[in-house]
């Protein structure tokens, strides 16, 4: 099942210079790392992504996660769940079911980030504790969409 229903924007979301644009957050060794631990500040990036008005997608070349929103408690935040293209990304994205065009990609693959434009966040290293890659999101999304803030 690819989606189990879009879902509205956070619903304490004001509208702001987020509206209107989506922003598809990988999973493996973006939000999570490689053996499925929360990589720091995840839940805090996706939260204020969702509360800068933006609407919250998360993606993997595995498929939907939807038991990753889940387990970490990221469902009041996300739209939709859907399965990421891994090759010719543009094309594919009718063929995966994926109902918008991504404004902002966040992954630790360089190339899908060059096609959708976003923040490229390498794979967090040891010791976790003091990985901050996600925080750097925050401010790209600043940056290229509200830049006078």
């Known amino acids: 099942m690819a989606d189990r229903g879009a879902r509205p924007p956070h619903p304490g979301a004001v509208p702001s210079f987020g509206a209107g ?5 990988d999973v493996d060794d973006t939000l999570l790392t490689w053996d499925h631990r929360e990589r720091p500040h995840m839940r805090e990036v996706v939260a204020e992504t969702a509360a ?3 609407a919250v997608y998360v993606w993997s070349g595995i498929g939907p996660r939807w038991e990753v929103v889940d387990v970490y408690g990221l469902r009041p935040f996300v739209t939709g769940c859907y399965q990421k293209p891994l090759s010719r990304h543009r094309e594919r994205l009718a063929e995966l079911h994926v109902p918008v065009v991504p404004d902002h990609v966040v992954d630790d693959d360089a190339e899908i980030v060059a096609v959708f434009g976003g923040t490229h966040v ?28």
Do not use: K
Request: hydrophobic share 50%; glycine share 8%; net charge positive.
């Open 122 to 149: 390498a794979a967090p290293l040891e010791p976790l504790r003091c990985d901050s890659g996600l925080l750097q999101v925050l401010q790209d999304l600043r940056r290229r969409f509200a830049p006078g803030l």
């Open 52 to 54: 800068m008005g933006f």
């Open 21 to 25: 644009r989506a922003v598809f957050f």
